[in-house]
């Protein structure tokens, strides 16, 4: 089974191939920013430290969304609603403290 492994905690667990990167989390007990838990609303991203070529591949809306927050699509950024493991994988957390995804966003988009 693929581990999951959070920083700065070491907290780390061992999930089910193909499990969402924020189920992990929540299994592995530590806090991941959340809101939609459905590539909508951005306050999931944390950057991927080690094993990215484990994750499924960005789905359009998640490159999207990552572009729309100014954030980088080339992988070591994910949306842990979306990123699911295959294999392990080592994320950092403190990442979501470098950004606020409702800064990103225009006011007149309604």
Do not use: H, W
């Not at 929540?26 to 999931?44: E, L, W, Y």
Request: contains cysteine; glycine residues 8%; negative net charge.
């Amino acid at each position: 089974m693929p581990r999951l492994t959070f920083l700065p905690s070491q907290k780390f667990t061992e999930v089910e191939p193909q499990t969402k990167i924020l189920l992990g989390g929540r299994k592995a007990g530590v806090d991941i920013r959340f809101g939609c838990a459905a590539c909508r609303c951005g306050m999931c991203g944390v950057r991927i430290v080690a094993g990215q070529e484990t994750l499924s591949p960005m789905k359009s809306t998640e490159v999207e969304l990552l572009r729309r927050l100014k954030l980088t699509t080339d992988g070591s950024v994910r949306l842990a609603c979306q990123a699911r493991l295959d294999g392990d994988c080592t994320v950092d957390l403190d990442f979501q403290d470098t950004y606020n995804p409702d800064d990103s966003f225009d006011d007149d988009e309604d």
